[in-house]
């Protein structure tokens, strides 16, 4: 899993708030329930604490985490595993209540890091429980403290391997569900939700690049005689066949879909007119199962939006099945005044 897999940047301004505010919000319900010592018991290590989290605080919601690499955005959680280990310092060692504040570094990086820095996340609580043992032993850390470093750190693996197991799952869940929402469940083809959203995206690529854009609208002829004497199974088939034949004749860059029923779209992005119906006359000819196919085009004009374009190509298809089907007819385009 890699940070590029989270939909979410965890330090992306919009929504910051609602992301932080659960663990600073435990944080502070931890100050709260349990009592800071008196000022003359490690009063440094309070101070030092403090001044983390102060730096931790500022730098978040003043630091553009977001643009810098991923690796740089664990530094704000890691950087909370240290300021707990003073806060127990200065709140009395091993008899602290704050160690479990230590799986707070587990749980964010297991919602928005990656596996690598969530592994770093429990060397480094390791680190921060056991250093002050060593450091100042007993009886500030009594040697029952060993048992309850080992203890968190590995309630901490355990709790962000299974965090972020959890929401790589809902990802990958909300991921399918987005395809299958912008694909046609028979042909596989975009459905019309997709050709929606590519269209009005090619055209707005069109109007800034200045480049050609052509539109097809292809309508299988009799498609319900046919249904009607082969049943809806062969109908179901040759819409599958169609899918197939016509994709095989296309450009990776052009986008065909299924509009609905025996409907298909084209999109040809840096096609000129001339060459979309060389494309159409292709798609027309690949045809399967002995069938045939009536075919309108139309060249995107400037500044003319995706409803007007679209409007002109099946008024163009109209003209195809009016003189008779089995063709491919175009709009034609307005002539250009001279001055």
């Not at 435990?26 to 490690?42: D, H, I, N």
């Not at 990086?109 to 060593?134: F, N």
């Not at 391997?161 to 869940?173: C, F, N, W």
């Not at 069109?206 to 539109?215: N, Q």
């Given at each position: 899993m890699t940070s590029a897999e989270h939909p979410v940047r965890p330090f992306a301004r919009a929504g910051l708030l609602g992301r932080a505010l659960p663990f600073a919000g435990t944080t502070l319900l931890a100050f709260a329930l349990v009592p800071l010592p008196p000022a003359e018991t490690r009063p440094q290590s309070l101070l030092l604490a403090a001044s983390l989290a102060l730096a931790i605080a500022v730098s978040a919601a003043l630091v553009p985490w977001a643009r810098l690499p991923s690796w740089l955005q664990a530094v704000p959680p890691l950087a909370y595993l240290p300021m707990v280990a003073l806060i127990r310092d200065a709140e009395g060692g091993g008899a602290s209540g704050y160690a479990p504040l230590v799986l707070l570094p587990a749980i964010w990086l297991a919602l928005y890091g990656t596996r690598r820095q969530l592994a770093v996340s429990s060397g480094l609580t390791a680190v921060c429980l056991s250093v002050p043992i060593l450091l100042a032993g007993a009886p500030l850390y009594p040697p029952s403290e060993w048992r309850r470093m080992f203890l968190l750190v590995i309630t901490s693996g355990i709790v962000g391997i299974t965090?972020?197991?959890?929401?790589?799952?809902?990802?990958?869940?909300?991921?399918?569900?987005?395809?299958?929402?912008?694909?046609?469940?028979?042909?596989?083809?975009?459905?019309?939700?997709?050709?929606?959203?590519?269209?009005?995206?090619?055209?707005?690529?069109?109007?800034?690049?200045?480049?050609?854009?052509?539109?097809?609208?292809?309508?299988?002829?009799?498609?319900?005689?046919?249904?009607?004497?082969?049943?809806?199974?062969?109908?179901?088939?040759?819409?599958?066949?169609?899918?197939?034949?016509?994709?095989?004749?296309?450009r990776v860059t052009d986008v065909l879909a299924r509009h609905g029923g025996e409907e298909f779209a084209l999109l040809l992005p840096g096609c000129n007119l001339e060459h979309a119906l060389e494309a159409a006359e292709r798609l027309r000819a690949a045809t399967p199962a002995g069938q045939t196919c009536s075919v309108g085009v139309a060249e995107w004009r400037p500044a003319e939006d995706a409803a007007s374009l679209f409007l002109r190509v099946d008024e163009a298809l109209y003209e195809a099945k009016s003189q008779g089907r089995d063709r491919v007819c175009r709009s034609e385009p307005v002539p250009v005044a001279v001055a």
């Amino acid at each position: 899993m890699t940070s590029a897999e989270h939909p979410v940047r965890p330090f992306a301004r919009a929504g910051l708030l609602g992301r932080a505010l659960p663990f600073a919000g435990t944080t502070l319900l931890a100050f709260a329930l349990v009592p800071l010592p008196p000022a003359e018991t490690r009063p440094q290590s309070l101070l030092l604490a403090a001044s983390l989290a102060l730096a931790i605080a500022v730098s978040a919601a003043l630091v553009p985490w977001a643009r810098l690499p991923s690796w740089l955005q664990a530094v704000p959680p890691l950087a909370y595993l240290p300021m707990v280990a003073l806060i127990r310092d200065a709140e009395g060692g091993g008899a602290s209540g704050y160690a479990p504040l230590v799986l707070l570094p587990a749980i964010w990086l297991a919602l928005y890091g990656t596996r690598r820095q969530l592994a770093v996340s429990s060397g480094l609580t390791a680190v921060c429980l056991s250093v002050p043992i060593l450091l100042a032993g007993a009886p500030l850390y009594p040697p029952s403290e060993w048992r309850r470093m080992f203890l968190l750190v590995i309630t901490s693996g355990i709790v962000g391997i299974t965090v972020q197991r959890l929401v790589a799952g809902q990802q990958e869940l909300a991921g399918r569900l987005e395809r299958l929402a912008h694909a046609d469940a028979l042909t596989e083809l975009p459905n019309r939700r997709a050709w929606d959203v590519q269209i009005s995206r090619e055209i707005g690529r069109a109007e800034r690049d200045g480049s050609r854009l052509c539109v097809a609208l292809l309508d299988l002829d009799h498609f319900k005689r046919f249904n009607d004497s082969l049943g809806h199974p062969a109908g179901d088939s040759l819409l599958q066949a169609c899918a197939r034949a016509w994709s095989e004749e296309l450009r990776v860059t052009d986008v065909l879909a299924r509009h609905g029923g025996e409907e298909f779209a084209l999109l040809l992005p840096g096609c000129n007119l001339e060459h979309a119906l060389e494309a159409a006359e292709r798609l027309r000819a690949a045809t399967p199962a002995g069938q045939t196919c009536s075919v309108g085009v139309a060249e995107w004009r400037p500044a003319e939006d995706a409803a007007s374009l679209f409007l002109r190509v099946d008024e163009a298809l109209y003209e195809a099945k009016s003189q008779g089907r089995d063709r491919v007819c175009r709009s034609e385009p307005v002539p250009v005044a001279v001055a």
